[in-house]
């Protein structure tokens, strides 16, 4: 089995994320939720997790990463906790639909007013649209940092500085680019990152979270126990307890802390560059088959991700015969991203995604190229 | 090391769980997020996990659980897409701040209106209290299973037949009884039920999840991708989908389902009798110390939780004790109980909680006992 879909979530992990996360479930208790070695355990495994995200994001404090399920849950948090009736946000036709939908209910049931810097037919945004946007009330701009449909990158150190340059919050969706790409969030100027452990940064599933810039006051989302200051019928405003509520997955997290070290010791620009390879041998290899569509922009860096449709056929027909004849992972369909697809033509059949990871081989893209080819000629 | 802090986490699991996450770890790809063969075992191992919870708490459909990260996002869920302004709402002294803060939340910002059925200072309740809080324009009864600091149950069975009576819905939090009791929520009217994976269902913490009724409509919390209707700018709105948003942890699920799978074949009224025994022959034995005051009702059938303190040491400093001293873990001081800590005078001090579970053996209930009278002697 060749598994090129990676951006959905990565299937292979390093055998220190599996070592880590049995190793937790058997010894670790609940995360501040008490003294004896066993809770202390799992809280110094939460908070070195929260170390190694803050130092792997650029995060100016540990205590300002906090754990969610998803990078959804993330964002919901980020979006639904920032704000209020008369925001204007500049957003994108990139998103993924765990930004537009907390976005869409904000602008039907809060008031908060929405534009969108348009896409073209290959992907691509202008920057200068967030000037011309920009309005007396505009409060932040969020994007994604790379489409998760097509893979080209948004410019986000230049949408950083137009947003710290204008006094907005900037907050950034890392789902497809975190762990394959270095992002420095002081630097990048952003206010939150929200990222998923479980693609680029080869952690387990139920795991991601959000890091916080100095003073962004994100108000709470879930409430409930955190372990400190029982007795206030509010939910803690201190950050991490502020957004985090109940029982941490300190088992994932166990996880995901392995698979940051995995990438640290890897290093994350040998990372970058090999999955750049691989995307650039495939990118390369299925331009030359007659009947092949390309969606995105091919001319810069970006996410090892490949969009294209066959012929005629319908996407998921495609990806059934890759899956079926070829035993190749890819998705097909809409991508939950429909104004992207809106902006490539691609709305009625959607299309075939090879999304790429560090643990793919020359080999297998080889595989997939020929596969492509011979499903095209037929 | 004796572990005791079953209620906050148990610490052993079953083997088969273990091996589940492992193996869920190698194989899974991201559930309903494609259609070759990695997409769909995690698909199915997700449906099935709701199948298998679907049974164990008599949910009549499997589509009707729900999966989040622990019992606070399940009940979160819950309460926050049921009430509207003006709806009344009762309950208990006995709850969790994950019930108390989303419903102080509800009614600081959303107008709806609370009454608590008061605990004395056993930490019982008077089911005749419902009858005296009920308005016309009561919605909802919310209470927990048991209480997590004493152990006492309520009669669900009883409240449910109030609820249904009344034409109310009940909503119970089950964190601390899931797979310890028996639980039926069609034969006990429940409308919704809310659980954690990792408690005494033994399964891996990031799971939990809520069990809906028919007939009973949750407006979407979190919102954001499902890997169905793409295009519509709203969260769907059917079950499963309109309560779980961006990728599940089928790694932790896969857990979840194993420890299922062995509490169905042990058998939950074997586990509940051996818990039963272990808490009782704990209670005789530190009864009958001198300086130690137990807390909360014994006369009936009850969670595997003694809490108590000792002469008049903080509760914190018992169980430093404990844990320095013996290599026992407990927990102390404030449980995420407010209003049960001022039933029972514990405010200042808090308890000292031993939660016992399936793996304890007697062994170790009577070195416990053995190190409560050696701190109380001393």
């Known amino acids: 089995m060749i598994y090129l879909d990676n951006a959905a979530t990565t299937l292979k ?3 220190s994320v599996y070592a880590a996360v049995l190793e937790a479930m058997r010894t670790l208790g609940n995360s501040a939720r008490g003294v004896h070695a066993q809770a202390l355990s799992a809280a110094r495994t939460v908070y070195e997790t929260r170390e190694k995200i803050a130092a792997f994001f650029g995060c100016a404090e540990a205590s300002h990463v906090m754990f969610t399920q998803n990078a959804t849950q993330a964002l919901n948090t980020a979006l639904f906790g920032l704000f209020l009736p008369g925001d204007h946000v500049i957003t994108t036709d990139l998103e993924h639909n765990s930004v537009l939908r907390p976005l869409y209910r904000l602008s039907r049931e809060q008031g908060v007013r929405l534009d969108f ?5 290959n992907g691509n945004i202008d920057d200068a649209d967030f000037e011309r946007l920009l309005r007396p009330e505009t409060k932040a701009i969020v994007t994604t940092h790379a489409s998760n449909l097509t893979g ?13 340059d204008h006094g907005l919050l900037y907050i950034v969706d890392a789902s497809q680019t975190a762990g394959s790409f270095p992002i420095d969030m002081q630097k990048q100027n952003f206010s939150v990152l929200c990222f998923t452990g479980h693609k680029g940064l080869m952690g387990p599933q139920g795991t991601g979270g959000l890091c916080v810039g100095e003073g962004v006051k994100i108000r709470p989302f879930m409430v409930g126990g955190t ?3 029982s007795y206030s019928e509010t939910h803690p405003d201190k950050y991490p307890e502020a957004l985090e509520a109940g029982t941490l997955n300190a088992h994932g997290l166990a996880g995901l802390s392995a698979a940051v070290d995995f990438i640290n010791e890897t290093g994350i620009g040998d990372i970058h560059r090999y999955e750049t390879a691989l995307m650039r041998r495939f990118h390369k290899g299925i331009s030359s088959v007659s009947g092949v569509t390309v969606y995105g922009d091919f001319s810069g860096d970006r996410a090892p991700i490949v969009a294209l449709n ?4 319908d996407s998921s027909e495609a990806a059934d015969i890759l899956s079926q004849d070829f035993d190749i992972a890819v998705r097909a369909g809409a991508h ?3 104004r992207m697809h809106r902006a490539l033509g691609t709305e009625s059949r959607g299309a075939v995604r090879f999304s790429l990871g560090w643990f793919n081989t020359m080999e297998e893209i080889d595989a997939a190229i020929d596969a492509v080819r011979s499903i095209a000629e037929k």
Do not use: E, T, W
């Open 310 to 313: 066959i012929n005629d056929l």
């Open 13 to 15: 992990k390093p055998d």
């Open 227 to 229: 372990g400190v200051h």
């Open 117 to 121: 810097v348009p896409a073209d037919r």
């Open 152 to 164: 080209n990158l948004l410019d986000i150190s230049a949408v950083g500085k137009f947003a710290l």
């Open 336 to 338: 939950c991203a429909p």
